[in-house]
């Protein structure tokens, strides 16, 4: 119960922020977690990810876009890493990119499965070292009676998870 209401009041958020700006560079984070499962959210205009925003036309537009979400899904467990103790898994739910004019936003969601509870550890987050046009990374934490914010701006940064 308290993933879906993370998920729905992340993505309000998100789309809160995305009305009000379109932030090349930024990317926002939301980790949910409950017991040993959990929810990620990541929200990102598509230049970070595969280096345009205008819809893909070209046979080399079509295959930079598609290089880009597979190397995302791919590295999702270089990019945000529990602590190797806990044997999380991350396995995509969903992906979506979102066309509006010349502009475009990629979601990803995946859920986190672990033999051990994540709450009470720590999260490193290394988005910028797969996806260095990401400058700025906010992440929201939500779990087990703790809820925090944070901006990561520099590669390789924990947040802790208590």
Same mark, same amino acid.
């Given at each position: 119960m308290l993933l879906k209401a *993370?998920? *729905?009041s992340a993505m309000a958020l998100a789309a809160g922020r995305e009305e009000k700006a379109h932030v090349h560079g930024a990317a926002h984070l939301g980790i949910a977690l409950e017991g040993k499962n959990g929810k990620i959210e990541f929200h990102v205009p598509a230049s970070s990810i595969y280096g345009f925003e205008y819809a893909a036309k070209s046979a080399a537009d079509k295959k930079a876009k598609e290089k /880009? $979400?597979?190397k995302f899904e791919d590295k #999702?467990?270089?990019m945000i890493v529990f602590d190797p103790t806990l044997k999380c898994e991350i396995k995509k739910d969903m992906y979506e990119v979102d066309q509006r004019d010349n502009h475009a936003d990629v979601e990803y969601e995946f859920r986190v499965t672990c033999e051990k509870p994540p709450?009470?550890?720590s999260?490193? #987050?290394d988005v910028a070292k797969v996806f260095p046009r990401i400058k700025a990374v906010q992440v929201d934490? $939500?779990?087990? /009676?703790v809820q925090k914010s944070v901006e990561i701006k520099k590669?390789?940064?924990s947040i802790e998870l208590k």
């Open positions: *993370f998920l *729905f /880009g $979400l597979q #999702i467990a270089e709450m009470g550890t999260v490193m #987050i934490v $939500l779990g087990d /009676g590669s390789g940064e």
